[in-house]
């Protein structure tokens, strides 16, 4: 196969794409150093839709929901917007819905190790 560049990331953030489904198998996750925001978590899926593997940019509600799902669980994840904390009306937060699957796990020989561009977005 050969060479291939390396980049640092091109993960995907849910917040551009509120109200949209994404359906996919949950490969695990992994920590990223960022210059603007220090360590932050991204959540690698292979999307049911085309097997494609899509790495998403975690965020405090998203990283512990992701916690109690099992790896290769597949998961539906719908991004709901900011909403206002219920006792500090001056805060918001991000709101995410994360349902899986339990009993629908991806075979390990139908996992997809080699992640592609996100060129067909939504999801």
């Given at each position: 196969?050969?060479?291939?560049?390396?980049?640092?990331?091109?993960?995907?953030?849910?917040?551009?794409?509120?109200?949209?489904?994404?359906?996919?198998?949950?490969?695990?996750?992994?920590?990223?150093?960022?210059?603007?925001?220090?360590?932050?978590?991204?959540?690698?899926?292979?999307?049911?839709?085309?097997?494609?593997?899509?790495?998403?940019?975690?965020?405090?509600?998203?990283?512990?929901?992701?916690?109690?799902?099992?790896?290769?669980?597949?998961?539906?994840i719908t991004y709901l917007?900011?909403?206002?904390?219920?006792?500090?009306?001056?805060?918001?937060?991000?709101?995410?819905?994360?349902?899986?699957?339990?009993?629908?796990?991806?075979?390990?020989?139908?996992?997809?190790?080699?992640?592609?561009?996100?060129?067909?977005?939504?999801?």
């Amino acid at each position: 196969m050969g060479y291939q560049e390396t980049k640092t990331s091109d993960a995907i953030k849910f917040t551009d794409y509120e109200g949209k489904p994404f359906e996919g198998y949950y490969l695990g996750s992994r920590v990223a150093d960022t210059k603007e925001f220090g360590e932050s978590t991204i959540h690698r899926f292979q999307s049911k839709k085309d097997n494609t593997v899509k790495e998403f940019w975690g965020f405090d509600r998203f990283n512990r929901l992701m916690m109690n799902v099992p790896a290769r669980a597949l998961c539906k994840i719908t991004y709901l917007g900011k909403k206002a904390q219920s006792n500090d009306s001056t805060k918001t937060y991000h709101d995410i819905q994360v349902l899986h699957d339990a009993e629908n796990i991806l075979a390990l020989d139908k996992a997809h190790v080699q992640k592609k561009e996100n060129d067909d977005l939504p999801f």
